[in-house]
């Protein structure tokens, strides 16, 4: 991770045939693209990889949760569960879509924690948001029994963990409906991408519409199309398509590297008595974008994570105080500052989030340090992280 670093001649060609057509958009102009239909493409490999029936492409990560809140009926007055370890377009998807968040704790495997989640669930829960963060799951079969027990609908989103697993099911097939992002930092990118997966045949009809306007899609006049419900623009170009088309053709030796790299340092790493390493309810499922572990304490975790970058050991995300990915950082989202008044401050203007406390999900993110895992790592440059990490961590 990430993609780009894997960037060729193949990503070069797949654009140029592309430019070549002279067609940028997915949509129409069928007499003179030259049959080249490269998100038509995409979606049907990303279906045959994925083992989802429909897949779905659209602009982004973050219109792909943004889509899937819409299509399951998410809107004003309903509260959407998630994690306070995310990135915050999730909260930010949630109050625009003009429901509530309710975050509740993770655990150790740095997910929701089914018990906070059941828990928190209340006659105005319409779904539950299931972040895979940091390449890997939490216990997703207690997670959808929950869901399933109390007729809650389940979306998961798999930006972070494209390529992983569950009991050998793709992560983002297990809910209704699953996200991914193919941003420029992802394992595979589109440099600006995003998906939506589902095995609901009425459901993806909607999702495709959605994403386009509201457009049917049914003939080949695009003018003509009918509009069966509002939707937005969140289409993805045929540029960008193209990257992913060459990107995904690399991914299983992509998630191999990732396995690899991971695996020799958490090797490397096991036997320091200082270091628990995250849980991973599925190992064989981790996709390996990064290698998390937990120090004793947050101040040695916070002297840790200054040692690792002043070694050069570059990657080493202490989340604690990261601005985008923890809710310690997130005073625009507390504070609902927007450029506009948001729905949820007009239907219910006594919640407030200034006071999220969350004690569990503090105690674990402050003593947590998780490093990218890269593909472009020489087994030298493996080598010499290794032997930096094992004296800064002893």
């Given at each position: 991770m990430p993609g780009f670093e894997w960037f060729g001649d193949e990503e070069r060609a797949e654009v140029n045939a592309v430019l070549e057509s002279g067609v940028l958009m997915r949509?129409?102009?069928?007499?003179?693209?030259?049959?080249?239909?490269?998100?038509?493409?995409?979606?049907?490999?990303?279906?045959e990889k994925l083992g989802s029936n429909h897949v779905?492409?659209?602009?982004?990560?973050?219109?792909?949760?943004?889509?899937?809140?819409?299509?399951?009926?998410?809107?004003?007055g309903d509260e959407v569960i998630l994690p306070p370890f995310t990135f915050v377009a999730d909260p930010e998807a949630v109050l625009l879509a003009g429901a509530a968040p309710v975050f509740v704790d993770i655990d150790e495997t740095l997910c929701l924690d089914p018990e906070a989640v059941e828990a928190a669930i209340t006659e105005k829960t319409k779904a539950v948001l299931c972040v895979h963060m940091c390449g890997s799951m939490p216990?997703?079969?207690?997670?959808?029994?929950?869901?399933?027990?109390?007729?809650?609908?389940?979306?998961?989103?798999?930006?972070?963990?494209?390529?992983?697993?569950?009991?050998?099911?793709?992560?983002?097939?297990?809910?209704?409906?699953?996200?991914?992002?193919?941003?420029?930092?992802?394992?595979?990118?589109?440099?600006?991408?995003?998906?939506?997966?589902?095995?609901?045949?009425?459901?993806?009809?909607?999702?495709?519409?959605?994403?386009d306007h509201g457009h049917d899609h049914k003939g080949v006049d695009r003018g003509a199309?009918?509009?069966?419900?509002?939707?937005?623009?969140?289409?993805?170009?045929?540029?960008?398509?193209?990257?992913?088309?060459?990107?995904?053709r690399k991914v299983d030796r992509m998630i191999e590297t990732q396995r690899r790299n991971k695996q020799y340092l958490k090797d490397g790493l096991s036997d320091l008595p200082r270091v628990r390493f995250r849980e991973i309810p599925d190992p064989d499922g981790d996709s390996a974008t990064f290698l998390?572990?937990?120090?004793?304490?947050?101040?040695?975790?916070?002297?840790?994570?200054?040692?690792?970058?002043?070694?050069?050991v570059d990657g080493c995300f202490y989340y604690y105080v990261n601005n985008w990915h923890y809710h310690t950082k997130w005073d625009h989202f507390k504070n609902l500052t927007s450029p506009a008044l948001l729905?949820?401050?007009?239907?219910?203007?006594?919640?407030?989030?200034?006071?999220?406390?969350?004690?569990?999900?503090?105690?674990?993110?402050?003593?947590?340090?998780?490093?990218?895992?890269?593909?472009?790592?020489?087994?030298?440059?493996?080598?010499?992280?290794?032997?930096?990490?094992?004296?800064?961590?002893?």
């Amino acid at each position: 991770m990430p993609g780009f670093e894997w960037f060729g001649d193949e990503e070069r060609a797949e654009v140029n045939a592309v430019l070549e057509s002279g067609v940028l958009m997915r949509y129409g102009f069928d007499g003179v693209r030259g049959g080249r239909w490269p998100a038509r493409e995409l979606e049907a490999a990303l279906s045959e990889k994925l083992g989802s029936n429909h897949v779905h492409l659209v602009a982004s990560g973050t219109s792909a949760v943004s889509t899937a809140l819409a299509v399951c009926g998410v809107g004003a007055g309903d509260e959407v569960i998630l994690p306070p370890f995310t990135f915050v377009a999730d909260p930010e998807a949630v109050l625009l879509a003009g429901a509530a968040p309710v975050f509740v704790d993770i655990d150790e495997t740095l997910c929701l924690d089914p018990e906070a989640v059941e828990a928190a669930i209340t006659e105005k829960t319409k779904a539950v948001l299931c972040v895979h963060m940091c390449g890997s799951m939490p216990h997703l079969d207690r997670i959808k029994a929950v869901c399933d027990r109390h007729g809650v609908t389940l979306i998961e989103d798999a930006a972070q963990a494209f390529g992983g697993s569950w009991k050998g099911r793709a992560l983002g097939t297990i809910g209704r409906v699953g996200c991914y992002s193919f941003d420029y930092v992802k394992t595979m990118t589109c440099a600006e991408g995003g998906a939506i997966v589902t095995d609901d045949p009425a459901l993806y009809d909607v999702i495709q519409a959605y994403a386009d306007h509201g457009h049917d899609h049914k003939g080949v006049d695009r003018g003509a199309d009918l509009h069966p419900h509002i939707g937005t623009n969140y289409r993805i170009s045929e540029l960008h398509a193209a990257v992913g088309l060459a990107q995904l053709r690399k991914v299983d030796r992509m998630i191999e590297t990732q396995r690899r790299n991971k695996q020799y340092l958490k090797d490397g790493l096991s036997d320091l008595p200082r270091v628990r390493f995250r849980e991973i309810p599925d190992p064989d499922g981790d996709s390996a974008t990064f290698l998390s572990f937990m120090l004793p304490t947050e101040a040695e975790t916070r002297e840790a994570s200054a040692r690792l970058g002043a070694a050069g050991v570059d990657g080493c995300f202490y989340y604690y105080v990261n601005n985008w990915h923890y809710h310690t950082k997130w005073d625009h989202f507390k504070n609902l500052t927007s450029p506009a008044l948001l729905p949820v401050a007009r239907w219910e203007p006594e919640r407030e989030w200034k006071s999220l406390h969350l004690p569990k999900s503090d105690a674990i993110i402050s003593r947590n340090i998780s490093m990218l895992i890269k593909l472009s790592w020489t087994e030298e440059q493996l080598a010499d992280r290794l032997a930096k990490m094992r004296a800064i961590l002893a």
